[in-house]
């Protein structure tokens, strides 16, 4: 009987102690956010989006191979040497022209690896969170600014240049091959003539003594 | 089939527990055998979120990338996870760590180790009926959380050790925040004493469940609060000291069958709420010797390439042991990366310690355990 009244009264006490922590809260100050009417700042540095600066892009594909999980595409086209795409704000010279630079934000794992090596600090993240798409493919984010025309244009005159190039060596490779084939005929005759010389001063003694 | 028939017993009966139940902690099936409301049999069926850890590790191109991947293994303690790993690739390189890198991380560490308990002690009120402590917990865990996301970036996978340091620097407030936290942190600590674990309800439910006595567990290979929970002082911060943890004074509470048996669910439920005042002490210490000056950045390897080799390190993650194995063949690619992961190991317990109670009781046990299935299945 006692012992019933005990742990009785040790329930009692210990629900009437657990009641006066909520009756705090019950009147302490609000945690909870309104979340579409309140939104929470986001501090500076959070990791929720990848933004790609595409002026400041060398296309140096050094964020795209430090992805683990391959959600960088890249795909560029070395610029003619008719066009100067000049610098970027880091000062580094651009050299490509970025015909392709898709970042599939659904398969992103937000892992930061793909910003640190950036030598111009273009890819970064930005505390954006409210992207949600109807359709997967809404998520993939093109960040190349050049139109299709531009890139068939680009590519063209890149292949262009590409051949006129290959071409150009192949004539100097001949070029070179055949000074070579020349030098090396030029010297045997050479060595034959002076062989022949040799002949004739070797032989001479021999005449001599006949 | 009358012979069928005669084999079966007829007061037994096979239900699935799981893998949507709200108290499984995620995606866990546990196959139970009853006589009425006594459970005769638990078979865990596992692998709902398997996702190859150690087969992606392979087949990276680099030991740097596998560190994202280790965040997702055990999601609610992901610091834990990465130090483990780059622990481990420390010293396969035999890399020496800058001294501020070392504070850094012991902080993140035992900071997320509070943020760990934190959820593991309110899902556990959760499970037993207890709603009002799981947001308190929350409320505490999310002011964690915003330091984190203040140095890092992120919320829950971090991505913030580097092999030989960190990704970068902590924020310029970072030393107030923790420090403001503690204060804070302390009287709630009290509050949550008050609100659930000398609660007579809860101490009802949890005492003398699931009692899993100490040599049995130790022999099924039991590590962390689990262990230390049937009594036996195994801490491998001050066992088998890794990091700096050497320099920290602080102690190792150990379940003592203060509510019922030895190894009881209250137990090691009270445990994890005595390890977060120990990591309070950890983290103020740290504070007081973190250098002021330092490139967190300065012993990070340009390519890492390890020599062929192996190496296995543990370290005390907030559920216990937490094992790496990786071997190396001299090239850029780990050629094998193995996780011991605690959860796994006690998941493995469950049928030892939970026959003959109640199905009630079995969601307290699987509670009182706190695995993260993530880790589990890897
Ligand atoms: S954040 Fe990580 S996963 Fe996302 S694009 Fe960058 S490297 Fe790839
Ligand atoms: S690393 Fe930077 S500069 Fe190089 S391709 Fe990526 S975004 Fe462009």
Redesign the pocket.
């Known amino acids: 009987m006692l012992n019933t009244v005990k742990e009785g009264w040790t329930t009692f006490k210990s629900i009437f102690t657990g009641m006066g922590v909520t009756m705090r809260h019950l009147f302490g100050p609000s945690v909870t956010l309104q979340y579409p009417d309140e939104k929470m700042e986001l501090p500076k540095g959070a990791r929720a989006k ?1 933004y790609v600066n595409i002026d400041d892009c060398i296309g140096c594909n050094l964020c795209a191979r ?4 391959n ?2 595409d890249i795909e560029t086209v070395a610029a003619t040497s008719d066009v100067d795409l000049g610098k970027t704000s880091t000062g580094n010279p651009k050299r490509f022209w970025l015909t392709r630079f898709n ?1 599939d934000m659904a398969k ?7 910003v640190y090596p950036c030598p111009t600090d273009c890819i970064y993240m930005v505390p954006e969170y409210e992207y949600s798409e109807f359709d997967r493919s809404g998520l993939v984010y093109h960040f190349s600014n050049l139109k299709p025309e531009m890139v068939a244009e680009v590519k063209e005159k890149a292949e262009k240049e590409a051949a006129e190039k290959k071409r150009q060596k192949e004539e100097m490779m001949r070029k070179k091959a055949e000074e070579k084939k020349r030098k090396e005929l030029e010297k045997q005759k050479l060595e034959a003539n002076k062989s022949i010389k040799e002949d004739d001063s070797s032989s001479k003694p021999e005449n001599n003594d006949s | 089939m009358v012979e069928i028939l005669d084999n079966i017993d007829q007061r037994e009966m096979v239900i699935n527990m799981g893998p949507q139940h709200p108290s499984t902690h995620g995606v866990l099936r546990l196959e139970l055998v009853l006589d009425g409301e006594i459970i005769k049999k638990v078979t865990p069926n596992i692998g709902y979120l398997h996702r190859c850890f150690e087969k992606y590790a392979e087949q990276m191109d680099d030991y740097s990338k596998v560190i994202p991947y280790t965040d997702r293994m055990d999601y609610v303690s992901a610091i834990n996870q990465e130090h483990g790993y780059v622990l481990a690739m420390e010293r396969l390189l035999e890399i020496d760590v800058p001294e501020r890198v070392e504070y850094i991380r012991v902080i993140m560490a035992e900071l997320q180790r509070i943020a760990s308990h934190l959820l593991g002690i309110g899902a556990f009120g959760l499970d037993l009926g207890a709603f009002t402590p799981f947001l308190y917990c929350f409320t505490e865990r999310e002011k964690i959380l915003d330091i984190f996301e203040r140095t890092t970036g992120a919320r829950l996978l971090y991505n913030y050790m580097a092999v030989g340091g960190l990704m970068k620097d902590v924020h310029p407030e970072f030393k107030t925040d923790t420090a403001d936290f503690l204060k804070t942190f302390r009287p709630k600590i009290k509050e949550l004493n008050d609100l659930l674990s000398y609660n007579d309800i809860f101490i009802k439910r949890t005492a003398n469940i699931g009692v899993l006595p100490k040599q049995v567990a130790i022999n099924y290979g039991a590590s962390g609060p689990v262990l230390r929970g049937s009594g036996v002082q195994w801490d491998l911060r001050k066992n088998d000291p890794y990091s700096i943890y050497e320099k920290f004074d602080f102690e190792i509470p150990v379940g003592m069958g203060e509510m019922g048996t030895l190894g009881d669910c209250w137990d090691r439920y009270i445990v994890r709420v005595r390890e977060m005042e120990q990591s309070l002490r950890i983290i103020e210490q740290a504070l007081d010797g973190l250098p002021e000056e330092g490139d967190v950045t300065e012993a990070v390897p340009k390519r890492i390439r390890p020599k062929n080799g192996s190496i296995y390190t543990r370290s005390e993650s907030p559920r216990g042991e937490l094992g790496y194995y990786i071997e190396s063949n001299n090239s850029a690619s780990p050629y094998r990366v193995k996780a011991r992961a605690p959860s796994f190991v006690h998941l493995g317990m469950l049928p030892a310690i939970s026959k003959g109670s109640l199905i009630a009781d079995l969601v307290a046990i699987v509670g009182s355990i706190d695995i993260v299935l993530g880790e589990v299945d890897r």
């Open positions: 990848l430090a992805c683990p999980v959600c960088i970042i992103c794992m937000y892992c930061d690896l793909c």
